[in-house]
């Protein structure tokens, strides 16, 4: 069992900064993929950006390709999100996700194994 807790949503004007952080428990942190999805009211949940179990692989959603940065720190079982030149279409509770496994894609969110609560992030014109 793996418990993700988000933390650093809040309200940014657009153009701004965000630094979202996903804290996991337990001690195979290193053994999951690590990604973020985002679900704005009325649409359904979509894939963000996401890394491998080591870190040294990432990828995104074309809509945050280079304003949105993966991380991870697995002596510190977190990972993290930071988001530039935001937009306001970028407002959404943000999600952080595991799946387990090397080498695996975590790309939609019917292959996530386990799920944050959610942070919201709102970003005003």
């Known amino acids: 069992q793996v418990q993700l807790v988000e933390s650093g949503g809040g309200l940014m004007q657009a153009g701004g900064s965000l630094r979202l952080s996903c804290a996991a428990s337990?001690?195979?942190?290193?053994?999951?993929?690590m990604g973020w999805f985002r679900q704005a009211p009325g649409k359904e949940r979509e894939f963000v950006a996401a890394?491998?179990?080591?870190?040294?692989?990432?990828y995104y959603a074309d809509s945050v390709k280079g304003r949105f940065t993966i991380s991870r720190d697995n002596a510190k079982n977190t990972v993290y999100l930071q988001m530039n030149s935001l937009k306001s279409e970028d407002t959404a509770v943000y999600y952080c996700?595991?799946?387990w496994g090397t080498g695996v894609a975590l790309r939609t969110a019917t292959t996530v194994d386990y799920w944050g609560q959610g942070t919201q992030v709102t970003v005003s014109s």
């Open positions: 890394t491998s179990t080591n870190g040294d692989s990432s």
């Open positions: 337990g001690r195979t942190f290193s053994m999951y993929a």
């Open positions: 996700a595991a799946r």
